[in-house]
């Protein structure tokens, strides 16, 4: 099956920084790479997504990238907020979603 | 407004109790998930089910039972519940043309 291994499991920047959270899978099948945020005691919301035949997409603050060859993509969040902090939790799929272990993002004022 | 509700949103109870979590969602999606998830840790996936009459076990060993009678609802069950349990149970549904995920409020749980 396909395992999604998440880095780094927490991260701490400044207001206005850029934050950068990496991920990798297995399963070379996977063709579908979501993004979902969870903010403390709320349900996790998709933010933005990504197909095996892109290699970037952007809305707005935030862009993934993809490299297929790598087995990676990676989530870019520009000009951070405080309403940015949050757990984000990466995750692949063929059929059934794979998640990693999330990343607790921490923007200070 | 379409959604995924689930029911009780939180639940205290003794060792030993049987108990349902009820999920149901108006999305008008087939396939449904349930996860596990300690406070702001990883999502355990435990349950799933592509449609009526289908259910299949998750990555992770559960003790609970899921059914799916009807497109709509997709409740849990511990037969018998322990200490061990106590967690957030998250109800989920997917769009099969998108595959986005969708998820309830969850259920926190309990265990005396």
């Known amino acids: 099956g396909e395992n999604v291994e998440q880095h780094p499991s927490t991260l701490s920047v400044q207001e206005g920084d850029s934050a950068v959270i990496k991920c990798t899978y297995s399963?070379?099948?996977?063709?579908?790479f979501p993004w979902y945020k969870q903010e403390l005691g709320k349900r996790p919301q998709l933010i933005i997504d990504?197909?095996?035949?892109?290699g970037e997409k952007k809305d707005q603050r935030i862009a993934v990238t993809l490299n297929k060859t790598a087995k990676h993509f990676s989530l870019h969040i520009t000009e951070t907020q405080p309403e940015d902090s949050a757990v984000y939790f990466c995750?692949?799929?063929?059929?059934?979603?794979?998640f990693g272990k999330g990343t607790m993002l921490l923007v200070s004022p | 407004e379409a959604d995924i509700y689930q029911t009780p949103r939180y639940l205290v109870i003794g060792t030993g109790k049987k108990i349902t979590l009820e999920c149901s969602q108006t999305?008008?999606?087939?396939?449904m998930y349930w996860y596990q998830q300690d406070p702001g840790m990883e999502l355990h996936l435990i349950h799933y089910?592509?449609?009526?009459?289908?259910?299949e076990k998750g990555d992770l060993s559960s003790e609970s039972t899921v059914s799916r009678i009807r497109t709509e609802h997709f409740p849990l069950t511990l037969e018998s519940a322990r200490p061990s349990h106590t967690s957030q149970y998250l109800c989920?549904?997917?769009?099969?043309?998108?595959?986005?995920?969708?998820f309830g409020e969850g259920s926190r749980l309990t265990v005396l």
């Open positions: 989920a549904s997917s769009d099969i043309t998108t595959g986005e995920l969708f």
């Open positions: 399963d070379s099948a996977s063709n579908y």
């Open positions: 990504i197909r095996s035949n892109v």
């Open positions: 995750a692949a799929t063929y059929s059934t979603l794979t």
């Open positions: 999305m008008g999606h087939d396939k």
């Open positions: 089910s592509y449609g009526v009459n289908s259910t």
